[in-house]
């Protein structure tokens, strides 16, 4: 089975210029379709799954990715719905089924991390802000979902492919 994601060691981006950036890892995943067990995880501050975690929607596929879940080392967990799970017939218990984690279903969370200064090592905390929208289909128009984001939001999180892929036919 091929790699869902590219593992890149100790990679992360600095907030700015300051001599006492912080730096914060985020671990980003989608369309493991049940697979997630085959996954070797990075390590990081925030895990984000941007949908599909089952395949067709089975929910022992839920909650064994629940399960998994559980045995990660990540400060938050944050779940959207991808296709695959908004046609579940459990979608409006997944809530409750994706017991290790935030799942995001059009609405925000503002999480505070605590993180290490690069020079000082000393704590700061950074807040972000993240949005998380369930899978939609394409619209003849605009999304009326994208209304509902935030300005002050970091991070979106979607099932859906950004603007320009995957949209008016291409």
Same mark, same amino acid.
């Given at each position: 089975?091929?790699?869902?994601? &590219?593992?890149?060691?100790? %990679?992360?981006? /600095? ?9 914060? &890892? ?26 599909? %975690? &089952? ?15 559980? =045995?990660?080392? %990540? ?5 959207? #719905? ?19 984690? =935030?799942?995001? #279903? ?20 950074? /807040? ?24 002050? &939001? ?17």
């Amino acid at each position: 089975m091929g790699s869902f994601f &590219t593992r890149c060691d100790d %990679y992360n981006v /600095p907030h700015g210029e300051d001599e006492n950036e912080t730096i914060i &890892t985020i671990v980003c995943i989608s369309d493991t379709h049940g697979h997630h067990r085959f996954l070797n995880m990075p390590r990081g501050d925030i895990l984000i799954h941007a949908g599909d %975690y &089952t395949l067709y929607g089975n929910k022992s596929h839920a909650e064994d990715f629940n399960s998994w879940l559980g =045995t990660l080392d %990540y400060k938050h967990i944050l779940v959207v #719905q991808g296709n695959h799970e908004c046609n579940a017939e459990w979608k409006n218990d997944a809530v409750h089924i994706l017991s290790n984690a =935030t799942l995001l #279903q059009h609405e925000s969370i503002a999480l505070d991390l605590e993180v290490a200064e690069i020079s000082t090592g000393n704590l700061k905390h950074v /807040p972000i802000r993240i949005f998380g929208t369930m899978f939609n289909w394409p619209c003849s128009g605009e999304n009326p979902y994208f209304a509902e984001i935030p300005s002050d &939001t970091n991070i979106v999180i979607s099932h859906c492919p950004v603007y320009g892929y995957v949209d008016i036919g291409r």
